[in-house]
């Protein structure tokens, strides 16, 4: 009865294309009525363990499924498709006889997990980053990791390069740092909005310092952009029913003179009463400029359910915004004139965006977006588009049931309503920022997508067509948490590394410009 067979093919569990898991196989009934859910590992346990052993070791009549290349694909979606049809030949029957499409679901994330080594909730936040050795050979450039800035919080979120390449980077629980180009000073600049340290949870605290940003036009004008988590005590019903603090995204802008933060205006804030006193971990804060005129910033699940409020066009949380550079309203949103609708909407049904990016080919809006198990996503953000959380999404609840929260409140819901990710992660690496790289250091990337990973620790690159991904390749593998990405002035590639021995600013150098041979 086993239930894979040893090949010679392997590939990462990426799906660049996610219309495979829209057949009846492999997604559920939208209706259907959803089983009591066991664990991923219980359900192993209950169905698989027999054949395959409790470690996916492999036992006498059912072959390892670790460890080893799979003949009929390891991918998510032909994971699913060998468990659910089978291989009788082989003596092992079609699943689909017995189990539901979302236990068989459940199996299939569960194996993946395991062979990429990526068992869900493992956050490795503490041991200290190794910086490989010598020269890395990746396909298209030889380059070098070396630290430029070490021993800084570890509960960093984003950087930004300076045209006089000095950094700017934000703490969570801090504020405003800038630090020298060669690493070695580091200064608080003053009067900036700070977030707040919890010491109960820090990483789930409320009111954090989010995102900086540089105006298009910085070198003439000052202006650099916060996007923050405004904090306020005793604000909302909410705060005041349960004695705790309430935060929603805010943007500002101002000027930094002699370490000073002066001249802030708020770009946009929200009405009191959408502030929510579930914690920032939600909070998205990402943001980017299009070549227009207009700023795009995302705010994740922030209510204490995140499942809540994400669809609801009244309220600002599970979007994406869009606003002209002084904080206006551009007459083109999708939403305007929709008395029910903010009119700063661009897109809706984000669950966790973590990197946010305009194409400077199409100057179309990227982004990228943790799902819950498994998910994980990179999307095209089309005006008025429905990213589906929580209605759907390509991963599964941590508990093991499907996402479909919500789907009994509506009329009828079809999935062809809901825009599907260019590439779904399953299982999730837990992605992070990422950019579009230009620059004249590392030229067979130009135009790649460079995107961090956190819990997989790995610093991945895309090549497109048009709209298309065509090439995928891990550069840096068991790495480091890579919050943030940005490529300095000289074109050379810089990665912000959360650590909790001491978080680090990374630069990549080209070990020998050109095609690595």
């Not at 890395?136 to 509960?155: M, N, Q």
């Not at 200064?187 to 707040?196: C, E, F, S, V």
């Not at 999935?415 to 590392?442: H, K, N, W």
């Amino acid at each position: 009865m086993h239930c894979f067979s040893q090949g010679a093919s392997d590939f990462r569990k990426i799906s660049i294309s996610a219309f495979a898991l829209l057949s009846v196989t492999l997604i559920p009934t939208l209706y259907a009525a959803v089983e009591p859910a066991l664990t991923f590992e219980a359900l192993y346990e209950q169905q698989c363990a027999v054949c395959h052993g409790n470690e996916l070791q492999g036992e006498a009549i059912g072959v390892p499924l670790v460890g080893r290349d799979l003949l009929h694909g390891q991918s998510l979606e032909e994971l699913a498709i060998s468990i659910a049809d089978g291989f009788p030949d082989s003596g092992m029957p079609a699943w689909s006889e017995t189990l539901s499409t979302n236990q068989i679901r459940t199996l299939a994330v569960f194996i993946a997990e395991q062979r990429d080594s990526m068992p869900n909730g493992v956050f490795n936040v503490s041991t200290p980053v190794q910086f490989p050795e010598g020269v890395v050979a990746s396909d298209k450039h030889l380059f070098t990791a070396v630290p430029v800035a070490e021993g800084l919080e570890e509960l960093i979120f984003s950087m930004e390069i300076l045209p006089d390449k000095q950094f700017l980077v934000t703490e969570r629980t801090g504020g405003l740092l800038l630090i020298s180009a060669d690493g070695q000073k580091t200064t608080m600049i003053q009067d900036t909005p700070k977030g707040y340290y919890n010491e109960a949870n820090p990483r789930g605290g409320i009111g954090s310092m989010l995102e900086v940003i540089l105006h298009p036009e910085y070198a003439d004008n000052g202006w650099i952009y916060l996007h923050f988590s405004d904090r306020c005590e005793d604000c909302t019903a909410q705060s005041r029913q349960y004695n705790r603090p309430a935060s929603m995204n805010k943007v500002v802008r101002g000027r930094i003179e002699n370490d000073q933060w002066i001249d802030q205006e708020t770009i946009i804030e929200f009405d009191k009463a959408s502030y929510q006193i579930g914690s920032d971990i939600g909070a998205g804060g990402r943001a980017a400029f299009d070549s227009e005129g207009h700023l795009f910033f995302s705010i994740g699940a922030r209510s204490p359910n995140t499942m809540s409020g994400v669809q609801d066009l009244g309220l600002p949380w599970g979007k994406i915004h869009r606003v002209n550079l002084d904080g206006s309203i551009p007459e083109d949103n999708p939403y305007v004139g929709d008395d029910s609708a903010l009119d700063s909407i661009w897109s809706r049904g984000h669950r966790s965006p973590h990197g946010l990016e305009v194409n400077p080919i199409s100057d179309e809006l990227w982004s990228t977006e943790m799902g819950p198990r498994g998910g994980d996503e990179l999307n095209i953000i089309k005006p008025g588009g429905n990213f589906g959380w929580p209605l759907h999404s390509l991963g599964i609840n941590y508990s093991g049931t499907e996402v479909n929260y919500g789907r009994d409140e509506l009329e009828f819901f079809r999935i062809e309503d809901i825009v599907m990710p260019l590439v779904d992660f399953t299982p999730s690496p837990a992605v992070s920022s990422f950019i579009f790289y230009q620059g004249d250091a590392f030229p067979e990337w130009n135009n790649d997508i460079l995107m961090g990973t956190l819990k997989a620790q790995q610093l991945f690159r895309f090549s497109l067509d048009g709209n298309r991904v065509i090439e995928q390749e891990i550069l840096l593998d068991d790495f480091a948490r890579i919050r943030d990405i940005e490529s300095g002035v000289d074109g050379e590639v810089y990665l912000l590394l959360e650590n909790g021995a001491g978080s680090k600013i990374a630069r990549l150098m080209p070990g020998s410009i050109g095609v690595a041979e």
